[in-house]
Each structure stands twice: as structure tokens, then as C-alpha cells.
């Protein structure tokens, strides 16, 4: 199936600093990649859409000043979380779609543990 | 808008047991259906899944069977192992949304 990756993997870092997080797919073409918030023992809960070459749609509530989304390739997305605060810790998932005629499937990544101290 | 809603867990079950995870849904339209699994860790890895009515989805000993009428979506396993240990998630796609997910079922074998 197709491979979804990102880096890193885990992150720790200071309350007030920017973190970065990378998805790629890397042996297909995704024109559209979603990024996911999942807290301890709770579901995935979508943040954002993102299209290739496009502005990211985020989902109501997520502040999108907060998160920035850059999908500046077909199988490059990133995540940036802003001035990062302890409410901000969380794993943060990216999905990655193939979009063909009538199929259609997600592939996600192993997931970034952000922490923030 | 869409919803899919799964049995709470934690679920428990010693080696061999019989496993069944109920999952219903709700969409507009005949949305793909879906099951996800997460070990500890780690991000999601599709399990199975089951694109119309009637279309039974299976993989490493697990089923689902689409269930148009009831609007359903059941996991089900005849013998769980160990390692079976995990999140189990039902998922539901419409046209070209996002998946949209329960909120996932934490499954215990014990040896």
C-alpha cells in the first residue's frame, strides 16, 4: 500500500517556540492531505484540509493563525504550530489522499507526538 | 453532516475469544465504510474496509459486513490473539470528505 511519512516523530519542546512537522507521501502523488489532532484515549479529530497549491480549510474552532499549513507539492505538507503552549501537546496525525475516478483512501502517517514543556 | 458511532470500550477478552465491535453510522448518500486500527504509538493502519451495501470487507481474520438496512458496520473476529491489542476505529467517507471517524474502541486480550 502506499507509505505516508512523517518527521518528526516526537518533539519536545518550550512553551513560546514554533514547531514544524513534515508529511510526506512518499510513492504517490496526493493531491489533497489532511492533518488530524488526537488527545490520550480520544478520537482523531480533523484540523484542517489541505489542497496542493492551495490555501489549507480548516475545520471550525481550529485557528488557523495557530496552525499553519504549507502544501507546496504533491507529496509535501507541512504543519506549523505557532508560539506552541501546553495545551498545544498532542499527537498530530497527517493523512494523505488518492483521489482516482471512483477510488478513493486515506494513508496516514505513524503520527508526531508533540510536547510542550 | 455525517457521524459514525462505536461501542465504548475498554473491551476485554481472553486469547481465542470471540470478538464484536458494533459500529453504526449516519450519511447522506451510500458513503465507504471502514475500519482502522492504532497500536499503542503509533498512527493508524487500515484494516478493512467496504465500498457498497452488502460488501463484506476482511483482513488478518477480521470482518465487516456493510449493512445497508441497519446502517451498519460490525467488526468481528472469531479468535482473538495478544496481539490483536489495540484501538479499533470505524470510519465513514462521503464522496470526496474526509474520513470521519468514531471514537474508537481500546480492545484487551489477555493471554
Known amino acids: 500500500g502506499a507509505v505516508v511519512s512523517q518527521h518528526p516523530s516526537r518533539v519536545i519542546c518550550k512553551s513560546g517556540t514554533s514547531v514544524k512537522i513534515e508529511c510526506r507521501s512518499l510513492?504517490?502523488?496526493?493531491?489533497?492531505m489532511f492533518w488530524y489532532r488526537q488527545f490520550p484515549k480520544q478520537s482523531l479529530m480533523l484540523m484542517a484540509t489541505?489542497?496542493?497549491?492551495?490555501?489549507?480549510?480548516?475545520e471550525q474552532g481550529v485557528e488557523k493563525d495557530k496552525f499553519l499549513i504549507n502544501h507546496a507539492s504533491l507529496t509535501l505538507s507541512t504543519l506549523t504550530v505557532t508560539s506552541a503552549h501546553p495545551e498545544d501537546s498532542s499527537f498530530y496525525i497527517c493523512?494523505?489522499?488518492?483521489?482516482?475516478?471512483?477510488?478513493?483512501?486515506?494513508?496516514f502517517g505513524p503520527g508526531t507526538r508533540l510536547t510542550v514543556l | 453532516g455525517d457521524s459514525v458511532t462505536q461501542m465504548e470500550g475498554p473491551v476485554t477478552l481472553s486469547e481465542e475469544a470471540f470478538l464484536t465491535i458494533n459500529c453504526t453510522y449516519t450519511?447522506?448518500?451510500?458513503?465507504?465504510l471502514f475500519w482502522y486500527v492504532q497500536y499503542p504509538g503509533e498512527g493508524l493502519q487500515l484494516l478493512l474496509k467496504?465500498?457498497?451495501?452488502?460488501d463484506k470487507g476482511s483482513n488478518k481474520g477480521f470482518e465487516a459486513t456493510y449493512r445497508k438496512e441497519t446502517t451498519s458496520f460490525h467488526l468481528e473476529k472469531g479468535s482473538v490473539q495478544v496481539s490483536d491489542s489495540a484501538v479499533y476505529f470505524c470510519?465513514?467517507?462521503?464522496?470526496?470528505?474526509?474520513?470521519?471517524f468514531g471514537k474508537g474502541t481500546r480492545l484487551s486480550v489477555i493471554a
Open positions: 450519511a447522506t448518500g451510500y458513503p465507504s
Open positions: 467496504a465500498t457498497k451495501a452488502d
Open positions: 470510519a465513514l467517507s462521503s464522496g470526496n470528505t474526509p474520513l470521519v
Open positions: 489541505s489542497n496542493e497549491g492551495s490555501k489549507a480549510t480548516y
Open positions: 493523512s494523505a489522499r488518492v483521489l482516482a475516478g471512483a477510488y478513493n483512501e486515506q494513508f
Open positions: 510513492d504517490f502523488q496526493a493531491t489533497t
